[in-house]
């Protein structure tokens, strides 16, 4: 769930992944915006289904500080309230079974049409400005551009659970 989350909110929001580092239950993400502004994504994956608490939160912020990143990231399946008091003192965004933070649908289509195009690079060797339009002789097969197809036609008919669902394709398809 967390692992999921954690792509979506890289894709839509366009960060750059610098580092990724796994340690206990935690994984963080050091990754930059497109105003080279430096985010530490903490996706914590517990074992059970415990809440994360306040301590925790408390040590995210001593590290965001200590390190000087530009904003800060939580990631898990839930939170006790405490520890979303301590989120909102310390201005470190989270996301959580229940809760993800807003996007802008042209957003998450950029972020689909992104992935396309970086998997038409790796394939074909080239980016295209409509992928839809691509004329390749693969292309009547190709899945990068069935996905564009859908995603356009998703994003026109402003039906935001496929577009989320196409970028959970462009992901897989840009690994």
């Given at each position: 769930?967390?692992?999921?989350?954690?792509?979506?909110?890289?894709?839509?929001?366009?960060?750059?992944?610098i580092n990724k580092q796994r340690s206990g239950i935690a994984?963080?993400?050091?990754?930059?915006?497109?105003?080279?502004?430096?985010?530490?994504?903490?996706?914590?994956?517990?074992?059970?289904?415990?809440?994360?608490?306040?301590?925790?939160?408390?040590?995210?912020?001593?590290?965001?500080?200590?390190?000087?990143?530009?904003?800060?990231?939580?990631?898990?399946k839930h939170f006790t309230d405490n520890a979303l008091s301590?989120?909102?003192?310390?201005?470190?965004?989270?996301?959580?079974?229940?809760?993800?933070?807003?996007?802008?649908?042209?957003?998450?289509?950029?972020?689909?049409?992104?992935?396309?195009?970086?998997?038409?690079?790796?394939?074909?060797?080239?980016?295209?400005?409509?992928?839809?339009?691509?004329?390749?002789?693969?292309?009547?097969?190709?899945?990068?551009?069935?996905?564009?197809?859908?995603?356009?036609?998703?994003?026109?008919?402003?039906?935001?659970?496929?577009?989320?669902?196409?970028?959970?394709?462009?992901?897989?398809?840009?690994?």
């Amino acid at each position: 769930m967390s692992e999921t989350k954690t792509n979506f909110i890289i894709a839509v929001r366009g960060y750059k992944v610098i580092n990724k580092q796994r340690s206990g239950i935690a994984t963080d993400i050091v990754a930059v915006d497109n105003s080279n502004n430096k985010v530490l994504l903490r996706t914590i994956e517990p074992l059970t289904p415990e809440y994360i608490g306040v301590n925790v939160i408390k040590s995210m912020a001593e590290e965001v500080e200590r390190e000087s990143y530009d904003s800060a990231i939580v990631i898990s399946k839930h939170f006790t309230d405490n520890a979303l008091s301590e989120i909102n003192k310390q201005k470190i965004e989270y996301i959580s079974e229940d809760y993800m933070p807003p996007f802008d649908i042209q957003e998450l289509y950029l972020a689909i049409m992104n992935c396309a195009n970086n998997s038409c690079q790796r394939k074909c060797g080239k980016v295209l400005p409509i992928i839809p339009e691509c004329s390749e002789k693969t292309a009547d097969g190709c899945r990068t551009k069935a996905l564009a197809l859908d995603a356009k036609e998703h994003f026109e008919n402003g039906t935001l659970g496929l577009l989320k669902n196409d970028l959970r394709v462009a992901l897989a398809l840009a690994h």
